[in-house]
């Protein structure tokens, strides 16, 4: 079955950095999107990051863009999301998702299966 593990998160400095990680298993991990979406407590889903099936175009909410970066190793079933420069607004649960289909779009109906997903708390 279709199984996203989440890894990376914990607690950063506002300014620091972590890498967020997905292990994929169960389904062709080469030929769909994948993304990142949080969710802070008290807030609705938001989707963060996206990139298609070979890499070849990545998404970014506004609120992250030249902060985080998405990319994907399809020889390791593996989604990563970089983060930098952190803010306290940052921090939330964040998910792993597998697009239905191999380009990406931030909408839930465009996903069918997500991680547990892993805390990121930026604080000093």
């Known amino acids: 079955q279709v199984q996203l593990v989440e890894s990376g998160g914990g607690l950063a400095q506002p300014g620091g950095s972590l890498r967020l990680s997905c292990a994929a298993s169960?389904?062709?991990?080469?030929?769909?999107?994948m993304s990142w979406a949080r969710q802070a407590p008290g807030k609705g889903l938001e989707w963060v990051s996206g990139?298609?099936?070979?890499?070849?175009?990545?998404y970014y909410a506004d609120s992250v863009k030249g902060r985080f970066s998405i990319s994907r190793d399809n020889a390791k079933n593996t989604v990563y999301l970089q983060m930098n420069s952190l803010k306290p607004e940052d921090t939330a649960l964040y998910h792993c998702?597998?697009?239905?289909?191999?380009?990406?779009?931030?909408?839930?109906?465009?996903?069918?299966?997500w991680g547990q997903g892993t805390q990121v708390t930026v604080s000093s």
């Open positions: 169960g389904f062709t991990f080469s030929s769909y999107a």
């Open positions: 990139i298609y099936s070979d890499g070849s175009d990545t």
């Open positions: 998702a597998k697009g239905r289909y191999s380009d990406f779009a931030p909408t839930d109906t465009d996903h069918d299966y």
